[in-house]
């Protein structure tokens, strides 16, 4: 009798225990997002300026991290995938305006109005909100394919998009800045925004 209950009762233990890693496993991160400093607003001027003046040597160097590089997001057939690059090979050095605003610019595709197409609001912006493009991508492809992603990947992921800080050069681009080792880099390039195509 002793012998069945401590069985039983190792039984439901482990139950236990598989039910609190799963759990663990499953849910998500809370990281703490950098404050707004001098120091941001300066690495975001810098960056302004580089692309300003197509100082791809400068970009590439200073604010593309070396070994994690960028996520580049992109639409293909009416979905968004991404890829890793390690470089930034253009830029367009249309910019009007270094004065960067706190406020949330807006795009609108609208196809049936062309005097509503475009920006709401032209400038810099510096938004704290960011999408979570990669991390969506991701766990979609494990539901198609177990494993497309490992867990660490994910991860990543989802610190870069929860710590960043989205930065809009209206009619020109759209990226995330990410405090990693100390330093300000640019973690992904948003190409779907403005991408109109169905």
Not at 49 to 66: E, F, R, T
Not at 103 to 122: H, I, Q, V
Not at 170 to 185: G, Q
Request: aromatic residues 14%.
């Amino acid at each position: 009798m002793n012998l069945s209950i401590f069985i039983l009762f190792s039984f439901f233990l482990t139950a236990c225990s598989v039910n609190n890693n799963q759990l663990d496993v499953n849910q998500k991160k809370i990281y703490e997002k950098e404050p707004i400093t001098p120091v941001l607003i300066n690495e975001i001027n810098q960056i302004v300026l580089a692309i300003k003046q197509n100082n791809l040597a400068l970009l590439n160097a200073k604010y593309i991290h070396p070994l994690n590089g960028y996520y580049d997001v992109t639409k293909f057939e009416n979905r968004n995938i991404f890829e890793i690059k390690k470089g930034i090979n253009e830029v367009d050095n249309n910019i009007d305006s270094f004065e960067i605003k706190f406020d949330k610019a807006t795009f609108n595709c609208s196809p049936y109005d062309d005097s509503l197409y475009g920006w709401d609001k032209e400038g810099v912006f510096l938004n704290p909100q960011t999408t979570p493009y990669i991390t969506k991508i991701m766990e979609e492809a494990n539901l198609k394919q177990a494993n497309s992603y490992k867990i660490e990947e994910i991860e990543k992921a989802d610190f870069i998009e929860q710590t960043s800080y989205e930065v809009i050069i209206s009619y020109n681009m759209i990226f995330y800045i990410t405090k990693l080792e100390n330093n300000w880099y640019i973690t992904l390039i948003d190409n779907t925004t403005t991408d109109c195509s169905r």
